[in-house]
Nanobody, 135 residues
Framework: QVQLVESGGGSVQSGGSLRLSCAAS????????MGWFRQVPGKEREGVGT???????TYAESVKGRFTISQDKAKNTIYLQMDSLKPEDTAMYYC?????????????????????????????WGQGTQVTVSS
């Protein structure tokens, strides 16, 4: 059974940095698409960016140049490095994954919302980690 566990959230002042981690387990597929999403209470979940098993990435315009997604395959972990944080980045951050080949194909080539603007096409989700940025 696939499990995704996020960590690294917390509180930081505007302009600061945080690194989120998402540890994945329970899969054997060599191709995948993984993504980061965020949600503020009362608003729809929105995509932050995705990474495929080749290491290619794509980002939402709102975070491009400030956030970086990377992976460590040996640890089955992806990361979201968030720099120059703004109060509007405050949200619950979620990690998602899908191992179907057609999702891997769409992961980056279709842009940051290739598997749905809210990630609705992803099969697996973590429990989320809170990020709070104060001004």
């Amino acid at each position: 059974q696939v499990q995704l566990v996020e960590s690294g959230g917390g509180s930081v002042q505007s302009g600061g940095s945080l690194r989120l981690s998402c540890a994945a387990s329970g899969y054997t597929d060599s191709t995948y698409c993984m993504g980061w999403f965020r949600q503020v209470p009362g608003k729809e979940r929105e995509g932050v960016g995705t990474i495929d098993s080749d290491g290619s990435t794509t980002y939402a315009e709102s975070v491009k140049g400030r956030f970086t997604i990377s992976q460590d395959k040996a640890k089955n972990t992806i990361y979201l490095q968030m720099d120059s944080l703004k109060p509007e980045d405050t949200a619950m951050y979620y990690c998602a994954a899908d191992f179907a080949f057609q999702q891997y194909v769409k992961c980056v080539s279709y842009g940051p919302y290739g598997l749905g603007r809210d990630g609705s096409d992803f099969a697996y989700w973590g429990q989320g980690t809170q990020v709070t940025v104060s001004s």
